[in-house]
C-alpha cells in the first residue's frame, strides 16, 4: 500500500494530463474541486464507479475509480483539507489474481 500512496504522489507532481478526462487546469496543474462533482463528473461522463480506496499518511483519502470491464480508470484523493484532486486516469485497467503469501491463486 504504501508503494501504491508513494506512486500517486510522484503522479500527483509529474503528471502534465490525465489521459484525456480533462483533469488539468490551464497552469497544468491536477484539477481539484468537490469530490461530489468529480464523483458525478467520473460517473456521466465515462461511467466510473469507486473500487478501492486507502489512507494515505498524510491523511488523505486515494480512491481508484474504474468503467465496467476496465475501459478507463481514474485515481483521486480526497485532501483532509476538503478538496479531491485528480492524480492519474487512464485506460485498459486489468484485474490480477489475487496474491496470497507471495503466491498467486
Sequence with gaps: MRLLIAAAFVTLMA??????????SPA???????RKA?????AKNYQ???IAL???NNGGVVELF????GKTWTLIITLP???TC?????KDWEKLPKVLYGKRS
Design 15 to 24: 503528471m502534465p494530463a490525465f489521459a484525456g478526462h480533462g483533469g488539468t
Design 28 to 34: 497544468g496543474r491536477p484539477a481539484c474541486h468537490s
Design 38 to 42: 468529480i464523483m458525478q463528473h467520473l
Design 48 to 50: 466510473e464507479r469507486s
Design 54 to 56: 486507502g489512507v494515505a
Design 66 to 69: 474504474i468503467a465496467k470491464e
Design 81 to 83: 483539507s476538503g478538496p
Design 86 to 90: 485528480l492524480l492519474a486516469a487512464g
